[in-house]
């Protein structure tokens, strides 16, 4: 028996965009980190380390929301494969400072590039102040998230050095 009821246009809710937006943003990072033979879980250390001097893996697993074990197995994996160093801190020497080698920030510079060129993309046709609004926008609701679950927030990461924005 057919169902005879009208149907409705589907109207997505502004988090179903914002999700959907993501995975379609991280779908394509990930194919090009793999086609530039960089593996996808690298990326996210690769991008914290970009912007700091060294980190300890706890302050990668902060910053980066992984778990602490995804984080030792990576950083592991990442220091075989070149992308990263490991040192004793001079300060406490219980804990090891992670920095990104030169194979690693260019595997960085790399992966920023396509992602600002994916940005671009998505930005296109946005003006500058509807970029702002929409950052603040976005900003807003990640603050209304971590003050609701009491996840701290990611420390701000501060901008490149060399690069304007």
């Known amino acids: 028996m057919e169902d005879k009821r009208p149907c409705r246009p589907f109207q997505p809710t502004p988090m179903m965009q914002i999700i959907h937006l993501s995975k379609l943003f991280r779908d394509q990072l990930r194919r090009a980190s793999e086609e530039a033979g960089i593996p996808c879980g690298y990326r996210a250390i690769l991008m914290e380390l970009s912007h700091l001097e060294s980190a300890t893996q706890y302050e990668l697993a902060r910053r980066t929301h992984l778990t602490a074990p995804t984080v030792s197995v990576t950083l ?77 927030p990611a420390p701000q990461t501060p901008p490149v050095k060399g690069k304007t924005e």
């Open 76 to 152: 592991q994996k990442m220091e075989h494969d070149g992308y990263i160093t490991r040192t004793p801190d001079e300060n406490d020497l219980r804990q090891m400072k992670v920095a990104l080698t030169d194979k690693g920030k260019a595997a960085e510079a790399d992966n920023r590039a396509r992602a600002n060129a994916l940005e671009k993309i998505l930005l296109d046709g946005l003006s500058k102040e509807e970029q702002q609004q929409l950052t603040a926008l976005l900003t807003s609701m990640e603050n209304n998230l971590h003050r609701e679950t009491g996840w701290p």
